[in-house]
Structure formats: C-alpha cells, structure tokens
C-alpha cells in the first residue's frame, strides 16, 4: 500500500509520540502542533519513546489509513530532535528508517536521472 503513495512528502514528528494516541489525535497534532495540511497527499510518521513502534498517517479520498509497525527486536533510527518539530524526508530515508538504518547513508548510491539532449 505504501508503494502506491510515491511522490507524497513524508513528514516525520521529531522526538517521541504516545503510541496510545488515536487517529484523531495524530491528526489534530499535524494540524495544530505542526501546522500542516492533514488532508494533503502526505505521510506524517510518528514514533515511540523507546523507538520500537511506528504509525504513519495518511488522508486517502474520504478516509484516513493508520499503518502500525512493531519491531520484535531492535530500534528504529529516530531523529532525536526537539519534540514539536517536524523533518520532511524522502521516500527513500523512509526506506531506510523502516529497514533500521539512519537518515544519513554516506554509502548509498546517488539517484540518477536522466539527462535530455537537444
């Protein structure tokens, strides 16, 4: 499912997030706390104090999906910013965060794109 929201800008809430909270709530902080469109193409991601859950939030249409993910092991790379800021990254750091590495991959290859000739 996430594969069909290419292009949509991926905001994540620095800090830590209560993984109790609902989607209203979720969404009313991407309104109020980080003055963001929640009904816009987006995915806002928010993480737990122990960094070993993840929701992502996205608007689709007439509805909101909630995507949930809990590692059995291990922690997620969370940027450890202040709490009520957020970080617009890539789909690609998304990737990387959800696969366990850090924003900031020195070894990884640049995107290419292809160069018209006139």
Request: aromatic residues 12%; glycine residues 6%.
């Amino acid at each position: 499912m996430l594969a069909a929201m290419d292009g949509a800008p991926v905001y994540l809430a620095c800090g830590s997030t209560d993984m109790r909270k609902s989607i209203d709530a979720l969404a009313a902080m991407v309104s109020q706390a980080f003055r963001l469109d929640v009904f816009s193409p987006s995915l806002f991601v928010f993480c737990n104090r122990d960094r070993d859950k993840i929701k992502i939030l996205y608007w689709d249409h007439n509805g909101f999906w909630l995507f949930y993910r809990r590692l059995s092991r291990g922690h997620f790379r969370w940027p450890s910013s202040s709490e009520g800021r957020t970080l617009c990254v890539t789909r690609r750091q998304l990737s990387w965060l959800l696969d366990g590495l850090s924003l900031e991959q020195r070894q990884a290859h640049l995107p290419v794109t292809a160069r018209i000739v006139v």
